[in-house]
């Protein structure tokens, strides 16, 4: 099948809506698809990126395509409808994406459409809304992909959605084939190695991090990622604290070394989560890249009791869930931890277990691709 991927999002960049993106290219053309994906031209990539496939640790088995960007009002359904214009030039069987006014314009245009949310898109605007409006009505639309069951009960209710016409594919990671080399912490000793992989924007965890360090001064504290302001921040304010390490922004494809070298990680979401640029939140409805990466490496998960998460995770068998507010319950959690390996191996390997059954980008695109309509 010929498949175009509509996008907005910045590639190379920090964000993890580019590295959905990457990987769910690599992961249709590796399931046996052509793929071609439409990004804007020179909008706020990441500087000093020579290889963009290497830089995401992906395969360079799929093109890319650039296309222009005007920054001014209304630039973005500019792009779109250049990007449905684009789609239609390449004649696919399918284009998917994440980009609602890219995939408008390519049903409008008569293609087919799969369109994927990851949050409602009232959040993004009226116009935004009456625009979804008329992609649901349009006969071009095979299906909406939603990354959680919450967030599909929210569209099934604003849009009158028929049961069909959405179904859930939550996020995804990659599967850990043949042996990774753990990245050496230095001489730790006997001490907990406690990892946190992603962002530090607000609602993502380093609020809890910042109290947990000193209520756990017999763990050491890893903090993988973040914008720079952001790692200043944490930074100066921590900066009495011994036993945290802030290690800056890793590329997704190295942060594997560092998974597999901690002895638990975690996930310690707010009820309120920014998204990329510190905007909007997703707590409600999220699907966190880094809940499967965690999986993926057979680490033994700490994370925030929100209902969104135990859509993938359970309780005493994939994670052990704290109540975010509750920094005590999250210390006793991990000192619990420290003692008990048999139970850090028991949550990881069920983790991993689960992961590579369900939750791999192959498994994501057999599931999206899964019954469509002709």
């Not at 399918?94 to 008569?110: E, H, I, K, Q, T």
């Not at 910042?210 to 756990?216: F, G, I, N, T």
Request: net charge neutral; with cysteine; proline share 5%.
């Amino acid at each position: 099948m010929k498949i175009v991927y509509i996008a907005s999002a910045f590639i190379p960049s920090r964000s993890a809506y580019s590295i959905h993106v990457m990987k769910m290219c690599q992961a249709f053309a590796l399931s046996g698809h052509e793929v071609t994906l439409l990004i804007p031209h020179n909008r706020n990539r990441e500087p000093g990126v020579d290889d963009v496939y290497a830089y995401y640790g992906v395969q360079s088995v799929f093109k890319i395509r650039r296309l222009l960007w005007l920054d001014m009002k209304g630039g973005g359904y500019l792009y779109g409808l250049q990007a449905g214009g684009a789609a239609r030039l390449y004649k696919p069987d399918l284009v998917y994406g994440r980009f609602l006014s890219g995939c408008f314009f390519s049903a409008l245009l008569g293609l087919p459409v799969v369109f994927e949310v990851h949050a409602p898109m009232r959040d993004s605007g009226r116009f935004s809304d009456w625009l979804l409006k008329r992609l649901v009505a349009l006969p071009r639309l095979r299906r909406i992909i939603s990354i959680s069951e919450a967030l599909r009960k929210d569209y099934l209710h604003h849009y009158s959605l028929p049961l069909e016409k959405i179904d859930v594919a939550a996020d995804a990671a990659d599967r850990m084939n043949g042996p990774r080399k753990p990245l050496s912490l230095g001489e730790k000793g006997e001490r907990l190695q406690v990892g946190y992989v992603g962002h530090l924007y607000p609602g993502k965890g380093m609020e809890l991090i910042s109290r947990l360090v000193e209520l756990c001064p017999w763990a050491d504290f890893h903090v993988v990622g973040g914008m720079s302001e952001d790692i200043e921040y944490w930074q100066n304010r921590l900066s009495l604290i011994p036993n945290i390490t802030f290690h800056g922004y890793v590329p997704n494809s190295e942060t594997v070394r560092y998974l597999l070298a901690f002895d638990v990680v975690l996930a310690p979401y707010l009820k309120n989560v920014s998204v990329h640029g510190g905007k909007g939140d997703v707590g409600r409805w999220m699907s966190p890249l880094k809940i499967f990466e965690y999986m993926a490496a057979g680490r033994p998960i700490v994370c925030s009791d929100l209902p969104v998460l135990h859509e993938v995770l359970s309780h005493n068998r994939t994670a052990l869930f704290c109540a975010e507010e509750n920094e005590q319950e999250w210390a006793n959690a991990l000192e619990t931890l420290s003692v008990d390996t048999v139970l850090r191996r028991h949550l990881g390997d069920s983790a991993r277990e689960l992961f590579e059954t369900k939750f791999s980008w192959e498994v994501r695109v057999e599931k999206v691709l899964s019954g469509l309509p002709s």
